[in-house]
């Protein structure tokens, strides 16, 4: 069995459930040590975080940077979290220090995390001023039918009791320091095989991280022709020696894949040998214009995490909205403008009236008056 270690967050020791590594949570519900990904809603719709051990794919469009985002805050949580860091991205590309000097900092965002927070609590204050002095005038601006209804925050993770998770601000980096911290995989040249060098690398980072540390693997464009991959039997063949070794490790690998480099049944293929598959599809100025303005794209669970189960567990909702806001990764539930879910209901109530076609003793005559 693993040594046991305590986690902390900004220096407060903190129980995490009988976790082995620092930063590692094993809920009694799952019966397996699980990590968290750096954001509270892309935890929550994982179903708590990422297990060890574990292969989670990202499904992209080239060129779109929300894949990536989710990927820099995986390996800035296991920076924050004191994990070793591991990452590699496709050869002749782009320069590995690019995508490495995107991650945000924790330790940072932290600091100004906690200057907005005071300026929210005084702007707070003098809005509950503002209120008292108006008396009963806020009551005339809500509807007398929407006055007593609890108001719901479509945030995923906002409410959210994980505090081993940091909150992050995409716009501060890393230090020179912390990015010396990261692994980063560096092509040995010539003729040599890629995928076996990559998996060779992988599996050295993980021998030096030993049976003490937990080994993130960041893995961004993974499916690029620039690996060397010939065909997709060769990249699932890829696929199923990284999950193989990762099972006997204390270690999460996070890849992402693009869309349009695979046909239909190739993901497929891949999405069977991932753990998890989370494909993001990027809104239309159409769609977004009139169905969901708030949003800029669309997260779709089309896998999720079976943990000690030969099923996955049941979910209610499977799409959620994603957008950036304040530098910050929002994942929120996906619901209809209130004007748009009006004129959708009037159009049904019109529609069963329409095809009515008079009275009957079976006929059940709904009520005209709307209040």
């Not at 303005?293 to 779709?300: S, V």
Request: hydrophobic share 35%.
């Amino acid at each position: 069995m693993f040594p046991s270690e305590t986690a902390t967050v900004d220096g407060n020791p903190i129980r995490t459930g009988g976790a082995t590594f620092v930063g590692m949570q094993s809920p009694l519900s799952l019966g397996q040590q699980i990590v968290s990904s750096g954001c509270t809603g892309l935890n929550q719709i994982l179903g708590g975080g990422i297990p060890v051990g574990s292969v989670l794919v990202f499904q992209d469009k080239p060129w779109i940077v929300y894949s990536d985002r989710f990927l820099h805050v995986v390996a800035a949580e296991g920076l924050a979290a004191g994990h070793s860091v591991a990452v590699a991205v496709p050869p002749n590309s782009r320069d590995s220090q690019s995508f490495v000097s995107l991650i945000p900092s924790a330790g940072k965002s932290q600091a100004r995390n906690s200057a907005e927070k005071d300026k929210t609590n005084l702007r707070r204050h003098d809005d509950n001023l503002d209120a008292n002095v108006g008396g009963s005038d806020e009551d005339l601006r809500i509807a007398w039918r929407y006055k007593d209804i609890p108001k719901v925050n479509p945030v995923l993770g906002s409410s959210s009791h994980d505090k081993t998770t940091h909150k992050y601000d995409l716009g501060v980096k890393l230090d020179v320091s912390e990015v010396a911290d990261i692994a980063q995989f560096f092509s040995p040249g010539g003729t040599t095989n890629l995928p076996d060098a990559l998996i060779s690398w992988i599996q050295e980072q993980s021998t030096k991280c030993g049976t003490s540390r937990t080994l993130r693997v960041v893995l961004p464009d993974i499916d690029s022709p620039l690996w060397g991959f010939h065909g997709v039997a060769q990249f699932c063949q890829f696929l199923f020696r990284l999950k193989n070794h990762v099972r006997s490790t204390s270690t999460i690998v996070c890849l992402s894949i693009s869309h349009d480099l695979h046909e239909r049944s190739d993901l497929r293929s891949i999405r069977r040998l991932s753990d998890a598959y989370l494909a993001i599809e990027v809104l239309g100025d159409d769609v977004r214009s009139h169905l969901y303005p708030d949003f800029q794209a669309i997260c779709r669970i089309e896998k999720a995490f079976t943990i000690n189960s030969l099923r996955p567990p049941p979910m209610t909702d499977h799409e959620f909205g994603l957008k950036i806001k304040k530098r910050r990764i929002t994942i929120e539930r996906l619901h209809l403008p209130p004007e748009l879910q009006d004129s959708v209901q009037r159009e049904t109530s019109n529609a069963k009236k329409s095809t009515g076609g008079g009275l009957n003793c079976q006929t059940v005559r709904e009520n005209d008056l709307d209040f």
